[in-house]
């Protein structure tokens, strides 16, 4: 359970710094969000939960 805190506080981590660093590029982001076919989305999204699983398993494993 703790790692998995862990996981969430890092992804915080990431979401802040894109936010709170580089406002502009996180407004022009979700514009480009809304655009985009959501089969686009769909295959981003799971090709970065594949990436995510593979890194988790490289280094946990």
Known sequence: M???LAA???VLVVEGLVYGGFPA???RLAA???SSPE???RIAGLGAIAV???I???VRG
Do not use: C, N
């Open 39 to 41: 089969s686009a989305l």
């Open 2 to 4: 703790s790692d998995f």
């Open 8 to 10: 969430i506080g890092l």
């Open 25 to 27: 590029l996180a407004k």
């Open 52 to 54: 995510g699983v593979g």
């Open 56 to 58: 988790v398993w490289l």
């Open 32 to 34: 480009e969000v809304q």
